[in-house]
């Protein structure tokens, strides 16, 4: 058996998630599977930030509300990736941001990864185990 790397765990679960509903996903990108990187990950929100999010999937808690503001806090803040991008961008207010339309999902698929920790080196914390955001239905992922 192969084990993969967390880091590209999160990477194929977030284009489980995403890459195939995404509006900004290139033409016939979403019958391939989550193995395959799609060209348009280097200039989207969601991959750019997923380590971001990897972090913060350890942080939010289970109160209504805490993934959105997490996401806009650690990362639309300082984002330059949009014309509008900030505090109060209008892509993110809009869903047409990928970050907004995707991040909920991608943060409760990442809170259920065993060891998210370990993407940058560190052990997990003895009985520490992240919370899915509230709010939506969990997303069920199969990853292959």
């Known amino acids: 058996m192969r084990h993969l790397p967390v880091n590209e765990i999160a990477r194929r ?8 509903r995404c509006a ?3 033409p ?3 019958a391939l599977g989550p193995e395959v990187a799609r060209p348009c990950e280097t200039e989207c929100p ?3 930030y997923l380590p971001t999010l990897i972090r913060l999937a350890r942080q939010v808690d289970d ?3 805490a993934c959105e503001s997490g996401v806009k806090r650690s990362v639309c803040a300082d984002c330059r990736l949009r014309a509008t991008s ?3 961008c209008a892509d993110y207010d809009a869903r047409t ?5 995707y991040s909920h999902d991608v943060l409760n698929a990442l809170g259920r990864i065993p060891r998210l920790d370990d993407v940058e080196g560190q052990t997990p914390e003895l009985g520490a185990q992240s919370r899915p955001c509230v709010g939506k239905t969990p997303h069920v992922v199969h990853l292959q």
């Open 13 to 20: 679960l977030a284009r489980e998630i995403a890459c195939t």
């Open 24 to 26: 900004e996903r290139p």
């Open 28 to 30: 016939g990108s979403e």
């Open 46 to 48: 969601l991959f750019i």
């Open 63 to 65: 109160t209504p509300g």
């Open 86 to 88: 900030g505090d109060f």
């Open 97 to 101: 941001c990928p970050l907004s339309t």
